[in-house]
Nanobody
Framework: QVQLVESGGGLVQPGGSLRLSCAAS????????IGWFRQAPGKEREGVSCISSTSDFTYYTDSVKGRFNISRDNAKNMVYLQMNNLQPEDTAVYFC???????????????????WGQGTRVTVSS
């Protein structure tokens, strides 16, 4: 059974940092790209970042470039999203998801992702 479990969310002040983790089980992580998405209150879910199966390719939405860094450790079945210089507009529930096909590249198209975690809440506020 495919499972993705996010952790690491919480309350942080503007300018602070958090590292989100996505624990994968029930499938061979090595073969799939993983994406991070977020949904802010009252807004549609949006793609934040993704990483290919071998980490050769990464994607970031413009609003997080230079602040967020995605990485993965296939041996530990983990994917991470390091978030620095967090701003109130980063407040959202963050989800990780696996692609439904091979993982040599990835993007922010939700249709490409077959399984999703339950999400972890990030609140950026003073």
């Amino acid at each position: 059974q495919v499972q993705l479990v996010e952790s690491g969310g919480g309350l942080v002040q503007p300018g602070g940092s958090l590292r989100l983790s996505c624990a994968a089980s029930g499938f061979t992580l090595d073969y799939y790209a993983i994406g991070w998405f977020r949904q802010a209150p009252g807004k549609e879910r949006e793609g934040v970042s993704c990483i290919s199966s071998t980490s050769d390719f990464t994607y970031y939405t413009d609003s997080v470039k230079g602040r967020f860094n995605i990485s993965r450790d296939n041996a530990k079945n983990m994917v991470y999203l390091q978030m620095n210089n967090l701003q109130p507009e980063d407040t959202a529930v963050y989800f990780c998801a696996k692609t439904g096909f091979g993982g040599y590249e990835c993007d922010d198209n939700e249709d490409d992702y077959s399984h999703w975690g339950q999400g972890t809440r990030v609140t950026v506020s003073s």
